[in-house]
């Protein structure tokens, strides 16, 4: 279930780098915060993420759905319409 901050935040899945940490990806998407502000938005990325336990413990190439101000995003996503990736064709080649 996601329940957004706001309801002008979109949802995104974050591939987690090397070298991120939460406080790092918050801080990028957010900037400054108020210690309660952040505890907030961590607590919100726990609830959007249940399989996350340890909010300290993330892994290179794990997947996070995170909610993040629209100004973040490349485009904006209507509340009721699914965003769709389009793909070349030409890119994707059957396994042989």
Known sequence: MITNLSMDNDTVFYNIRPGDSINKIIQRYYGPLSA?????IISQIQADNPSLKNPNQI???QLLLISIPPQYCSTRSSRWQTPTLRVDPQLIKPLQ
């Open 59 to 61: 892994q290179p190439n």
């Open 36 to 40: 309660q502000q952040r505890n907030a």
